[in-house]
């Protein structure tokens, strides 16, 4: 009997640790973001387009493309997406493949992005799941009722400007 419950310890202790690394692993990297700074694949940042002239020339298929702007938000869970300003409203960036992620103090910076764009609806459960990997209240939450046609960009690249 003590054998089973010093096993039952041990594999309790085991389980502990590995919900302790699962969890240090999806937090947002803690680190300042500066000038200069890459994350994900290393581009060519020359010409990239301004991000209010690009969100009205996207279509329903993947575009290439290049664009420069404002984070205004950062995912606060993981640091798997963020949001860019612009005159249309704020425009989502995700990392694609969630193959990086990016530190929380990149709101507020200019960052070049390298990657694909596409218009897609985005569902009122995805819309929600963002709320609350934003820190939204409940109440904000449950206000999402309806579906967005959006711009959403996916980085393959991240520089900071």
């Not at 009997?1 to 039952?8: A, D, G, N, T």
């Not at 938000?73 to 997406?81: D, L």
């Not at 609806?121 to 206000?143: C, F, N, P, Q, W």
């Amino acid at each position: 009997m003590s054998l089973k419950i010093s096993i039952m310890k041990k594999n309790l202790f085991l389980f502990f640790i590995l919900v302790a690394f699962v969890n240090a692993q999806a937090q947002p990297p803690d680190i300042e973001a500066k000038s200069g700074m890459v994350f994900g694949k290393t581009f060519s940042a020359k010409e990239p387009l301004d991000i209010n002239k690009v969100v009205s020339t996207l279509s329903n298929e993947p575009t290439p493309i290049l664009i420069e702007g404002k984070v205004t938000e950062v995912c606060k869970a993981e640091g798997c997406w963020l949001k860019l300003d612009s005159e249309k409203g704020s425009v989502l960036v995700r990392m694609k493949g969630h193959a990086f992620l990016v530190p929380v103090s990149l709101t507020g910076k200019n960052i070049v992005v390298s990657g694909s764009g596409k218009i897609q609806e985005t569902s009122v459960e995805m819309l929600r799941h963002y709320a609350e990997d934003a820190g939204k209240s409940k109440e904000e939450i449950a206000a999402i009722k309806e579906p967005k046609q959006e711009a959403i960009f996916y980085a393959e690249g991240l520089l900071v400007k």
